[in-house]
Each structure stands twice: as structure tokens, then as C-alpha cells.
């Protein structure tokens, strides 16, 4: 229906005006390839499918005068027409369109005035596989037969500034004239990505953040020149069709930004006047707005509002920094004459656009020269810089070196004061020292005598039963004795013939005193005699184990029988009260100082049991000792079902003095002592407890002792 209406539309035109002659362009040899925007005819409309056939018959093309017509910025598709005369020796046109920034360009040829075949199509948005053209730019192959007109239409699109500088020439003009373009703008990368590099390498050995802005800032400034040159678009990001047609708008953005983070890093902004550095950062709120407008297809609209911004960006940012290089700021000045240089280009880019001056290579370049020179300049700012850096870093060297001669007389001074003092100190530290180790050994000695209290009530409660065994049978053994012993000498005074009156007596004493009763009960006497002696041998034996009068020497000893025997020790406080369960494996001896790994297990099996009788409710109070083999070294658990420990005091078990019980109950040393007994045996302690589930030691022991090895060495 709209298609309809514009059709309409140009019909209705064709009735109320009178066609234009159509100048044609004669192309002759020799001769200067002006531009032929005064030979175009031009029709706009808003209807993007409009087929090239239906537009040929309408009268509603306007003769443009202009060299390079300016098109303005519309959403509207153009056709543009024209006829030329190829008056050269050779078929080989080529018509090229100078203007990058176009979305979408499809050349037509006419043939017999109503109808079109298409010869090429190009642009932003078309995707590369259905592009036909001559290179990667908007140039298209003719083919023109000489001394012949030809007639052309072409459609184009675009949602920027859109200008017409159409050429048409031969093949080998069109070489040569991309080849001088091409050394210009080699010449411009070249410049462009010595100062990038340079300044990267800067970057890499001082870590300055300026330069680090600086190559970022360059590298934009150098992709929007080349995206507006039409050289990125066509090699850089040939089949991106997306981002091709916002490259422009998205890296001026990105080159405003830059240069905004730059200069408030370079001529430090935060310094001379916080307020410009917020208003820079203020900007970045409607740039980024212009991005998101750009990014969801106003892209029309985005294009205008980036360059309104970015005029009134780009003056805010002029007058700041020449307030500040008014303060006296020497990187201001630079910046200022850079920004200036590349402003000036910007503006003559412009007025180009514009239509207020000539469409000329000058004008094309303007900006790009104009960014290479502040890139330059730039360069010499953070040039200058280093020497500022330089400089002050001498004076700072030598500040000093005059304030390290000044504290080194100082320090020569208070030497002498300072030795006198350390000896003082020195005395003070040595006397308290060997005060602490006096107080060490005391406290040592103490927790031994608190070992040693324990070990002899328990002892002295062991023996007393086996020394009761044979106390409390010596009566009725002497009784017995004294029995047997009267009857045996009444048969000892018998002289024969024995009186059977006599004998009758006599047998009859033996019934009365019970001595075939005595005598049996004369074994069960012995035997619990026995009985006595041998516990008291085997208590005897476990103090002598235990105790192991070699423990200062570096022994050979079975584990396990350190173990029995100090559960010997500790038998009164097991027995009837703790259900105790021994797993003890089959082990390899240890090297290691017997006496003191019993103290060892004493101390943890102790506090064991005691936390094992702490548990109010619950099962009845257990204790778990095993045995075992692991990765080359002995390890043994000690086990109990107590109350557990709390977290915060697993970490300070082992400090000195620390303790959970109440005063009187324990020094604190225990584990201390344990610990410092193991870690000297290069071994280790390691504690798992669960808070009202139990705690359990794991004690592990090389089975070859690293001092044993080193001597041996």
C-alpha cells in the first residue's frame, strides 16, 4: 500500500512539473576526472522497496549543482541518474563512489530508457557473498563500448551524513589514484602505530598509567579515522554487516571517552580542579545513551545526538584544559596544542561534510592529518613528562642523599649511646633467661612430681592388695603350723609298743585339731601367698618399665609395652570405673628415649580418663588404646567418649600453662611437656575432638630416629 502511494506520489509530480534536460558527462582522454555531481538527477523517497523500473518513469528528479552533492542525513532511499559518453579508446570504466559511510549502494544500468539491469551492489549492510564490486570499496565495474552513451541508475541508503563524490574513469586511473591514497594513508598507520608502540614499550617499564590511556586513545582515534576513510570497514571488518554500519558512531564515542580518561590522568585533573574532572565524567552518561540508542536501532537518531555531544564535549574539553595550563600545568599546554591541531582538522572534516568548502583530497584528509599531528605532539607531552619525572626524581635523589649524611651522623651519635644499651639489655635478657629456665626446670620438675604423686597413690594402692594377700594368711598358717607341728612331736614321743590307749588319744587330739583339714588348707594359704608375690612382681616390674631409669639415652623399645605398662600404672583409676579397650598391632620397635614417650602416654591416657569420667549422662565412661603402622611410622590413638573440646581452645592445648581445670587440679604443662617430648623425636600430635562426642590423640613416632641417622652419617 505504501508503495502504492509514493507511486502516486511521483505520478502526480510528473504532471505538475517539467522534466530537466539531463546534462551527460563526456569522458575524454587526457583529461582531469572531475567529480559529476552536476550531471546527477536525484529522487528521495521513503519507501525502500521501490522497484529501479517504476522510478525511471518519474519526473521528481531535482539536477543537483554541486560537484560532490550533499545529501544530508535522512532515512530516505535516493536514486541518483546520470548519462555519460565514453569518448576513450577503452571499455574499462570503473565508477567509484568516494563516500564510505553508505549501507546500502546498487548501480543500475538503463536500457532503452524504461528498464535496468543491475551491474553491482556494495555497502555497510550488505553481507559480503552478495556484494559485486571492483576491490573492497563502493567501485564498480561499467564495461562501457567507446563512443557510446550510457545511462545509470543508482539506489542508495544510509543513516548518516550522505555525500556523492562519483567518479568515473579508467581502470588504470582508478589504480594509480588508490595507490597515491594508499601511501598517504600508510604513511598515517605507520605514523599512528610508531606512537603506539613506542609508548606501549614506555608502559612496559615504568607501569604509567598515562601511556597505557595514551596507546588505547590512539588506537581509537586511528580506528575512527580509518572507518571514516572506508580502509577499516573494507579490511578490517569486511563481513562484520552488524557492527560495520555503528563502527563510526560507537568509536567516536570510544575515542571521546578515552580522551576524556587521559587527560585526567596526564595533566592530573583531580589536582588542579576536581570539578572539570567530574564534568568530563558527566559526559559519559549521554554518550553512553547515544550507544544504547544505536545499539537498538535509532540509529539515525543516535548519529545526530553523537554529534551534537561531541561538539559540545569536545569545546568543554578545550576551555578546561586552558584553564588549567592558565594555572601553570606544562602537560596542559601540550595537550591543549594537540587537541587544538586535531579540533581544527575535525571542524575542516566537517565544513566539508557541510558543503562549506570544496570536496578535495585536503578536505577528505583533514582530520586524519589533523589526528596524526596530535598524536605526535601527545607523545612529545609524555616525552616531557619523563624529563619533569627525571628531574625530580635528581632532586628527590638528591634531598636524599643529603638526609641520609645527616641520619648517618646522627645514627654514628647514637651509637654509642645504643651500644652501651644493648649490653645493658644484653646483662638484663641473659639474667632474666636463666631466671626462666630456673622457673622452666621448676615448673618441669613440678608436673613431675605431680606424675609422680599420682603414679605412687596408685602404686601404693596396688601393692597393698597382694601385701594384704599374705599378711591376712600369715595367722592361720602359723596356727596351722603350730598344730601339725604339736602332733608330730606327741608322735615323736611314742616309744614302741605303743600304749593303743595312748594311740587313741593321740588320734583323737588329730580329729580335734582338724589337721587333714589344716593341711589342705596349708595349699590354698601358699597358693594365695603366691598369688600375692607374683603381683607384686608384675606391679614391680611395670613401675620399672615405666619409669625406665635409661631415658636420657636413645633406645630401642617396644611401644606396646610402654603402653601396658603405664596402664599398669594407672590400673586404680581404670579398674571397676572406665571400660578400657586395648588394640594394640603388631608393631616394630622404636628408636627413641623410652622414658620419656611413657611420660607421653601417662599425661594423654591421664586426661583421658579424666575427661571419660566427666561425662554426667550418656554410656558408661570408655577409653580407646590402639596400635599401628603408617607410612613408616608408629602411630598410636588414645580414645575417650568425654564431653569433647571446644573449638576455640583446640588451637592453645599445647601452650603452656593452659589448662580447663580448676585450681589445684593441673598445671597445664601436661601437654606442653608431651608435645615438646614428641616434636624432639621429629614426630607429631595431631587432636580430633567433637564437642560431647569425644576426643581422641594421635601420636605418631618415626620408627628411626633422624639424630640416630645423622650420627651414623
Request: charged share 20%; with cysteine.
Amino acid at each position: 500500500m505504501r508503495s502504492i502511494m509514493s507511486l502516486c506520489a511521483l505520478l502526480l509530480g510528473a504532471t505538475l512539473s517539467a522534466q530537466a534536460d539531463d546534462a551527460v558527462f563526456e569522458l575524454r582522454p587526457d583529461e582531469e576526472r572531475p567529480y559529476l555531481g552536476s550531471y546527477l538527477s536525484v529522487l528521495s523517497t521513503n519507501v525502500d522497496t521501490l522497484d529501479p523500473d517504476l522510478v525511471l518513469g518519474s519526473v521528481g528528479f531535482n539536477v543537483l549543482e554541486d560537484a560532490v552533492p550533499n545529501l544530508g542525513l535522512s532515512a530516505n532511499t535516493h536514486f541518483v541518474k546520470f548519462s555519460f559518453v565514453n569518448w576513450t579508446s577503452t571499455d574499462e570504466l570503473v565508477l567509484t563512489i568516494g563516500h564510505a559511510d553508505i549501507d546500502n549502494v546498487e548501480v543500475y544500468r538503463i536500457v532503452g530508457g524504461t528498464t535496468t539491469t543491475l551491474i553491482g551492489r556494495s555497502g555497510l549492510r550488505v553481507p559480503p557473498a552478495l556484494r559485486h564490486q571492483q576491490g573492497k570499496e563502493h567501485s564498480f565495474a561499467l564495461w562501457a563500448v567507446p563512443n557510446t552513451r550510457h545511462d545509470l541508475l543508482i539506489k542508495l541508503q544510509s543513516t548518516k551524513q550522505l555525500q556523492l563524490p562519483i567518479r568515473v574513469q579508467p581502470l588504470s586511473e582508478l589504480a594509480r589514484s588508490r595507490s597515491t591514497r594508499n601511501i598517504f594513508l600508510g604513511g598515517y598507520i605507520g605514523i599512528m602505530l610508531v606512537m603506539v608502540l613506542y609508548n606501549l614499550f614506555i608502559f612496559l617499564s615504568m607501569r604509567d598509567k598515562s601511556y597505557l590511556l595514551y596507546v588505547l586513545y590512539i588506537v581509537a582515534v586511528a580506528l575512527t579515522q580509518l572507518a571514516f576513510t572506508g580502509i577499516a570497514p573494507a579490511y578490517l571488518w569486511h563481513g562484520a554487516t552488524w557492527f560495520a554500519p555503528k563502527a563510526t558512531v560507537l568509536l567516536t564515542i570510544a575515542t571521546a571517552i578515552l580522551a576524556s580518561e587521559f587527560i585526567i590522568d596526564f595533566i592530573r585533573t583531580a589536582e588542579h580542579s576536581p570539578r572539570i574532572q567530574k564534568g568530563l565524567r558527566l559526559f559519559y552518561i549521554p554518550l553512553g545513551i547515544c550507544v544504547l540508542m544505536d545499539l537498538t536501532g535509532m540509529e539515525l537518531m543516535a548519529y545526530k545526538a553523537t554529534q551534537v555531544i561531541a561538539g559540545v564535549f569536545a569545546s568543554y574539553m578545550i576551555v578546561s584544559v586552558l584553564k588549567i595550563w592558565r594555572s601553570g600545568s606544562r602537560q596542559a599546554g601540550y595537550f591543549l596544542a594537540a587537541w587544538s591541531v586535531f579540533l581544527v582538522g575535525t571542524v575542516l572534516f566537517v565544513m566539508k561534510d557541510m558543503g562549506l568548502l570544496p570536496y578535495t583530497d585536503l578536505t577528505i584528509y583533514t582530520m586524519p592529518v589533523g589526528s596524526a599531528v596530535e598524536g605526535v605532539l601527545l607523545s612529545f607531552g609524555l616525552a616531557d613528562r619523563i624529563n619533569i619525572l627525571r628531574r625530580d626524581k635528581e632532586r628527590s635523589q638528591a634531598e636524599s642523599l643529603r638526609i641520609s649524611l645527616e641520619n648517618e651522623r646522627i645514627i654514628r651519635e647514637q651509637n654509642v649511646i645504643l651500644d652501651q644499651k644493648v649490653k645493658e639489655r644484653t646483662f638484663e635478657l641473659e639474667q632474666s633467661n636463666r631466671d626462666l629456665k630456673r622457673t622452666q626446670s621448676q615448673l618441669v620438675d613440678a608436673e613431675k612430681m605431680a606424675s609422680l604423686g599420682q603414679l605412687t597413690a596408685g602404686i601404693a594402692h596396688e601393692i597393698n592388695n597382694p601385701i594384704n594377700f599374705i599378711t591376712s594368711n600369715l595367722p592361720p598358717l602359723r596356727r596351722n603350723l603350730t598344730d601339725v607341728v604339736d602332733l608330730l612331736r606327741e608322735y615323736r614321743t611314742l616309744d614302741p609298743p605303743v600304749d593303743p590307749h595312748v594311740l587313741l588319744a593321740i588320734a583323737k587330739r588329730d580329729e580335734e585339731l582338724g589337721i587333714e583339714e589344716s593341711i589342705t588348707e596349708l595349699d590354698a594359704i601358699l597358693d594365695s601367698i603366691h598369688e600375692g608375690a607374683d603381683r607384686t612382681a608384675e606391679i614391680v616390674r611395670g613401675l620399672r618399665n615405666f619409669s625406665r631409669l635409661d631415658e636420657d639415652d636413645l633406645k630401642v623399645a617396644d611401644i606396646n609395652e610402654g603402653l601396658r605398662s603405664t596402664l599398669t600404672v594407672l590400673g586404680p583409676q581404670i579398674r571397676d570405673q572406665i571400660q578400657l579397650e586395648l588394640r594394640l598391632g603388631d608393631i616394630p620397635q622404636v628408636e627413641c628415649y623410652p622414658g620419656k614417650v611413657n611420660q607421653v602416654f601417662m599425661n594423654i591416657i591421664t586426661n583421658a580418663l579424666q575427661a571419660a569420667t566427666e561425662r554426667a549422662k550418656g554410656p558408661m565412661p570408655a577409653v580407646t588404646v590402639s596400635s599401628s603402622v603408617r607410612n613408616g611410622m608408629v602411630q598410636v590413638t588414645i580414645s575417650d567418649n568425654g564431653p569433647g573440646i571446644p573449638e576455640e581452645n583446640l588451637t592453645r592445648i599445647f601452650e603452656p600453662f593452659f589448662t580447663t581445670k580448676d585450681v589445684g587440679q593441673g598445671t597445664g604443662l601436661g601437654l606442653s611437656i608431651a608435645y615438646s617430648i614428641i616434636e624432639k623425636h621429629h614426630g607429631s600430635i595431631h587432636v580430633e575432638s567433637t564437642v560431647g562426642v569425644g576426643t581422641s590423640f594421635v601420636i605418631s613416632i618415626p620408627v628411626q630416629h633422624e639424630g640416630s641417622e645423622q650420627k651414623r652419617a
